[in-house]
């Protein structure tokens, strides 16, 4: 149960870099900010690993949701081999990207309608039963689940601390309002409204939901009565609750694909234009799309789909906890970039800030240091130390790549 805690916590930093990175990207929107920021504001070769990490980051996250995909089909189609549905899946979401930045964006309205309303109905469905006992036989089921079992911290501190590394994996994505400022009208507006609601969609989709199912469920018999959501809806009297379900974390994982290629694409083009990556990453097809770092990406999307058809039982645990690794970085990032943003504008020029982050420098301060304490806590479980062992290797071998390429010679236009 002490898991809400987990996910409220980490949601009060990940709003703060959000705000954070809204107070700069409001004042220069541009398509790519992460790299073009990291340029402007630490220096070249911050722009330049910072770039590359983030597109390594939603190739690695990509992979992992295509692996859900195939699992998921498995439920319907046991026969099927994990790799197949991964593969159908990475092709639908490159062809999608590729069409116009629109398919993309109604795609994922619809993905994310079906989350929303399922999340929605969940809760509305389980406060029912909490409170009034309905599907329940009339007796309400009350919330005295969360401290039963143990306690609220059956596993102390340390499993709280454990849980962080997964928490984090679930946000992100959060920073990809950053990548699409470029291409967003009216940004001062649109980018502003869109992250005051963050903390909001915390409270309600992570911690409302948690609240909800540990009410219902004992929280150490969740991992072997089966779905909560799917229990949930079957005390309804909803026959199907299994297939729906397992469609809608499909969608789940299809929209954080579509994301993902999204992010890539946009992340090459920029890195292109800063003169950091080839300059056919910089072209844009007809439809105003970057098709060449599309395709680039998707390329290495397919290793993914190797994997799936070579390790596909730990495939999930080792990509996430290199994508959460990669997504620290950049949140960082985020947050030195503020800094530097900031201390760079006079009095006067502070003042007239159209969207501050709150709590400067206090809130960077305390951001950093809990992005910095999960990164310890990586050390301690096998699976998520992988990550820190690739972790090096990726920052060598980019930084090499630098200087290899001769891109330290270069001047951004």
């Known amino acids: 149960p002490s898991l809400m805690l987990g996910y409220f916590f980490a949601g009060i930093i990940m709003f703060y870099i959000m705000r954070a990175l809204g107070e700069v990207a409001v004042a220069h929107p541009v398509s790519g900010s992460f790299s073009a920021y990291a340029s402007i504001y630490i220096g070249p070769l911050s722009g330049y690993i ?34 197949t549905p991964a593969l159908l899946a990475l092709v639908c979401m490159v062809a999608t990207n590729l069409i116009a930045v629109k398919a993309f964006g109604e795609l994922e309205f619809w993905f994310a309608l079906i989350k929303v309303i399922t999340i929605l109905a969940m809760i509305i469905a389980g406060t029912a039963m909490i409170v009034f006992g309905i599907g329940n036989g009339g007796v309400a089921i009350g919330i005295s689940n969360l401290w039963t079992h143990g306690g609220f911290f059956p596993n102390g501190l340390e499993g709280l601390g454990l849980s962080l590394v997964m928490v984090l994996f679930a946000y992100l994505g959060i920073e990809l309002i950053g990548v699409t400022a470029g291409e967003a009208k009216n940004p001062e507006k649109t980018l502003p409204a869109a992250i005051d609601k963050v903390f909001w969609r915390i409270l309600i989709f992570y911690v409302g939901a948690l609240f909800v199912i540990m009410s219902l469920y004992p929280w150490d018999q969740i991992g072997s009565i089966g779905s909560p959501f799917v229990l949930t809806f079957e005390k309804l009297g909803v026959r199907a609750a299994a297939g729906i379900i397992n469609f809608v974390v499909m969608t789940a994982a299809l929209s954080s694909c579509n994301s993902g290629v999204f992010s890539t694409g946009r992340m090459l083009y920029n890195l292109s234009l800063q003169k950091k990556a080839p300059a056919a990453f910089g072209k844009l097809s007809k439809t105003k799309v ?124």
């Open 50 to 83: 910072t770039g590359w990490t983030y597109w390594f980051m939603w190739i690695v996250t990509c992979m992992a949701e295509i692996t859900a995909v195939g699992v998921y089909v498995q439920f319907w189609l046991p026969e099927v081999p994990q790799w």
């Open 290 to 413: 970057p098709m060449n770092g599309i395709l680039f990406s998707a390329i290495f999307l397919l290793i993914g789909v190797v994997l799936n058809y070579i390790v596909p039982a730990k495939v999930f645990v080792y990509v996430t906890s290199v994508a959460t690794f990669g997504a620290i970085w950049i949140w960082v990032i985020i947050l030195l970039v503020q800094m530097s943003f900031r201390s760079r504008l006079s009095p006067a020029e502070r003042e007239q800030i159209k969207y501050k982050l709150p709590h400067y420098p206090f809130a960077n301060y305390i951001s950093m240091a809990f992005l910095l304490a999960v990164v310890g806590i990586m050390f301690m479980d096998a699976d998520t130390r992988v990550a820190l062992y690739i972790a090096p290797i990726w920052f060598g071998g980019v930084i090499a790549s630098y200087y290899a390429f001769g891109y330290n010679k270069q001047i951004a236009e």
